[in-house]
């Protein structure tokens, strides 16, 4: 799934390549309960902000596919 943050855009090449491997190591090895680690990991990562913002969305769309109706406030 490819990055859809515009403000992803403006990160040097280095930054998005790191970004993507995080985010496609989170979709190979998703399961329910996995991001709460994730977003401990990243606390003191400069890339936090975004990752987290494509993770969040990631983990949702693995969850509404396994038929939890949660929403972003969950």
Same mark, same amino acid.
């Given at each position: 799934? *490819?990055?859809?943050?515009?403000? +992803? #855009? $403006?990160? !040097?090449?280095?930054?998005?390549?790191q =970004? &993507?491997?995080?985010?496609?190591?989170?979709?190979?090895?998703?399961y329910?309960?996995?991001? *709460?680690?994730?977003?401990?990991? +990243? #606390? $003191?990562? !400069?890339?936090?902000?975004?990752?987290? =913002? &494509?993770l969040?969305?990631?983990?949702?769309?693995?969850?509404?596919?396994?038929?939890?109706?949660?929403?972003?406030?969950?």
């Amino acid at each position: 799934m *490819p990055v859809t943050n515009l403000q +992803l #855009r $403006d990160l !040097p090449e280095a930054h998005r390549r790191q =970004l &993507e491997a995080w985010l496609d190591e989170f979709e190979r090895s998703w399961y329910d309960g996995l991001l *709460p680690g994730y977003l401990e990991v +990243l #606390r $003191d990562n !400069p890339l936090r902000q975004p990752l987290t =913002l &494509e993770l969040v969305k990631r983990d949702l769309l693995h969850q509404w596919t396994t038929g939890k109706p949660l929403t972003v406030e969950d």
